[in-house]
């Protein structure tokens, strides 16, 4: 079992900024992807961005430029560094934890993140 705690969300403001991160304890095997997910309300949940253990990264087409996923693996910790935020990034954002070993799913509780315009 993996779990994940997540912080960082909060209310900001039309172009600004916040920074999440994202902690694994548990049964950590090191091939693993590290992520972030997003869902707004009525909408489905969809891909921000994720990073492999080795570092390659990939993002959603809306917030490339914007957003950056680093990670410590020694912390096993993911980051979501996002900037010039807009109200359509209003969401609840989830940590996901992939371990390719067990093809096992592992989800955070979620933190709000909220921009005014």
């Known amino acids: 079992q993996v779990q994940l705690v997540e912080s960082g969300g909060g209310l900001v403001q039309f172009g600004g900024s916040l920074r999440l991160s994202c902690t694994a304890s548990g049964s950590i095997f090191m091939i693993n992807t590290m992520g972030w997910y997003r869902q707004a309300p009525g909408k489905q949940r969809e891909l921000v961005a994720g990073i492999t253990g080795g570092g390659v990264s990939n993002y959603a087409d809306s917030v490339k430029g914007r957003f950056t996923i680093s990670r410590d693996n020694a912390k096993n910790t993911v980051y979501l560094q996002m900037n010039s935020l807009k109200p359509e990034d209003t969401a609840v954002y989830y940590c996901?934890?992939?371990?390719?070993?067990?093809?096992?799913?592992?989800w955070g509780q979620g933190t709000q993140v909220t921009v005014s315009s």
């Open positions: 996901n934890f992939y371990d390719w070993r067990f093809k096992n799913n592992y």
